[in-house]
């Protein structure tokens, strides 16, 4: 299955001098398959592997000094095999589980630029030191709907998609395609599965999957206790789990401000939660949407307040997961919490295109559920479950700080008016435009 972030990493290869790369990301969103078997094999002589959680041995590499030629040739005398890391590619993976092979790129980077080395983990964001500035970071999030299409859609679906076709034929074809997309998510070994279950009953494609989500999240649930540190693995878990708590009780609304409590207790300010937030949010398994209860002005970035946000789930097919959602996902006006799915689904998209803070605007009871920072000014985007584009909100909104130009995303295929564009919900690729 291909992955966009492919792209970035072939650039890599021909910068003339170039910084190791770090790759970052939630557990199971295809880290080391990217590395290893789309980049590396696809791209280099040889690809030479560390896996410090399968080989956590492997760290006696690093327990003398950092200097790369030393433990290059170390490496060669592990895996006896020659290496030449100016031609093949060494994947350090689980990096996070040997911290002097992180500090180890520090020096790679000033002492031996031209070689090939990536590393990867998934708590790379819970580490205490860091080498900043001596690394090309790049994070993986799970599976967008673009890279659903492009591992389940034929060749027509992919072209329409590309050129984001909006007539009503190729609606027949990519809204089933994103309904499947929010039941099986982005999680590679989800997709893979549903791919290789397409000859089975729906019922039985759907058990299939949902063991795999079901699997995933334990596993999380698991790191929770191996990784908290300092933070209270069971408070991590109440917080995780609370995310989709506080979604159920939205249904078909937007999702409101996520609030502190009753999820654990005895706590009940922001104080109390933000180291276990921070740890979530390091880890990828969440990510949050300041609301901005004012008008928006650029940049959002200095109108927004540390404990007035969303919290959305790291992915959409594990969220109808811990939602429980069994019903049939091809006719979304069946579809419970239609409204909270829609716009995690939304939240996801961007960050995998590039955006690194989301904003959403709320006063009394209008609210958009995402607002962008753009060249163009700030931008209102709506968005709606189901075909009907008549939105209070956004007029409300219009008669307050008349936007220079307005979106809407909605269950049907749209169109262009004079200061508003309305896309169906699966071109929310097309807000790349305004993050770049």
Avoid at 307 to 332: H, N, R, T
Wanted: proline content about 4%; overall charge positive; aromatic content about 10%.
């Amino acid at each position: 299955m291909q992955r966009l972030l492919l792209k970035q990493l072939e650039d890599w290869i021909g910068l003339s001098s170039r910084k190791p790369i770090l790759l970052d990301g939630a557990r199971q969103s295809g880290k080391s398959y990217l590395l290893k078997e789309l980049f590396g094999k696809g791209h280099f002589p040889k690809v030479h592997v560390i896996d410090f959680l399968k080989t956590p041995k492997a760290s006696v590499l690093f327990d003398e000094n950092l200097e790369p030629e030393r433990w290059v040739n170390d490496l060669s005398l592990l895996l006896n095999t020659a290496v030449n890391p100016s031609e093949d590619l060494i994947i350090l993976d689980e990096v996070g589980e040997c911290p002097r092979a992180v500090q180890a790129l520090k020096f790679i980077a000033e002492e031996q630029p031209s070689w090939f080395v990536c590393a990867s983990g998934s708590n790379i964001g819970l580490l205490d030191h860091f080498p900043v500035g001596k690394v090309h970071g790049l994070t993986l999030r799970p599976m967008n709907f673009e890279e659903f299409i492009m591992a389940l859609g034929s060749e027509q679906q992919q072209a329409a998609y590309q050129l984001m076709d909006r007539r009503e034929l190729v609606h027949r074809q990519l809204w089933p395609l994103l309904m499947d997309y929010f039941y099986v998510g982005g999680m590679p070994e989800a997709v893979a599965c549903w791919k290789r279950a397409q000859g089975d009953s729906l019922i039985e494609r759907r058990r299939r999957v949902r063991k795999v989500q079901q699997d995933i999240l334990q596993g999380y649930e698991r790191d929770f206790g191996k990784y908290a540190g300092k933070v209270n693995a069971l408070h991590i878990n109440q917080v995780f789990s609370s995310v989709v708590g506080q979604l159920q009780k939205n249904i078909d609304g937007s999702v409101r401000r996520y609030t502190f409590n009753q999820v654990i207790e005895k706590k009940k300010s922001y104080r109390d939660f933000s180291n276990i937030i921070d740890w979530l949010e390091k880890t990828h398994l969440v990510s949050k949407s300041y609301v901005i209860n004012q008008k928006p002005q650029s940049p959002l970035r200095m109108q927004r307040k540390e404990s007035f946000f969303k919290l959305f789930y790291v992915d959409v097919g594990l969220l109808c997961c811990q939602l429980g959602i069994s019903e049939s996902v091809l006719a979304m006006k069946d579809m419970m919490y239609k409204g909270p799915i829609v716009e995690n689904f939304v939240q996801n998209e961007l960050l995998s295109y590039g955006l690194r803070e989301s904003y959403s605007w709320h006063e009394n009871t209008a609210e958009i559920e995402f607002v962008l920072d753009t060249a163009a000014g700030i931008v209102p985007i709506e968005v709606k479950a189901g075909k009907n584009t008549q939105a209070k909100s956004l007029k409300s909104y219009n008669s307050r700080y008349a936007p220079p130009i307005t979106m809407k995303l909605i269950g049907a295929v749209g169109g262009n008016y004079t200061h508003q564009r309305v896309l169906p919900l699966y071109y929310t690729k097309a807000l790349v435009e305004f993050i770049e």
